[in-house]
C-alpha cells in the first residue's frame, strides 16, 4: 500500500512564493519518479515538474525559471517550491508517483494565486 499526502497550498498575492510537500508512505522500496501536476476546474491535468530516480529535473515551459522540484529520500518527500506565482497558476496541484510499474496520486492541494 502507497499514500501520498500533499500540503503546503493556500492564498497568495501574484509575485508570491509557497511550497508544497508531498509525503509518500506505505511499502516503497525505490522510486523510478515523482513529480507535480496540476488541474484546473474543467480544464486537463497538466504536467508541472518532474524528477526521476537518479535526480533529473523537467519542467513545464510555464513554471521554468520559477517552479523547483527537490527530493528528501530519507524522507520519501518530495517538494515543489512555486515563486513569482501568477494568478494563471490557481490550480489543484497533485503529487504522483511512479514505484516499479504503477502510479500513484495525492487527492491534491488547492493553490490560489490573486489579489
Known amino acids: 500500500q502507497v499514500q501520498l499526502v500533499e500540503s503546503g497550498g493556500g492564498l497568495v498575492q501574484p509575485g508570491g512564493s509557497l511550497r508544497l510537500s508531498c509525503a509518500a508512505s506505505g511499502t516503497i522500496f525505490s522510486f523510478n519518479a515523482m513529480g507535480w501536476y496540476r488541474q484546473a476546474p474543467g480544464k486537463q491535468r497538466e504536467l508541472v515538474a518532474v524528477m526521476s530516480n537518479g535526480g533529473r529535473a523537467n519542467y513545464a515551459d510555464s513554471v521554468k525559471g520559477r517552479f523547483t522540484i527537490s527530493r528528501d529520500n530519507a524522507k520519501n518527500t518530495v517538494y515543489l517550491q512555486m515563486n513569482s506565482l501568477k494568478p494563471d497558476d490557481t490550480n489543484v496541484y497533485y503529487c504522483?508517483?511512479?514505484?516499479?510499474?504503477?502510479?500513484?496520486w495525492g487527492r491534491g492541494t488547492q493553490v490560489t494565486v490573486s489579489s
Open positions: 504522483n508517483a511512479v514505484i516499479g510499474q504503477s502510479s500513484y
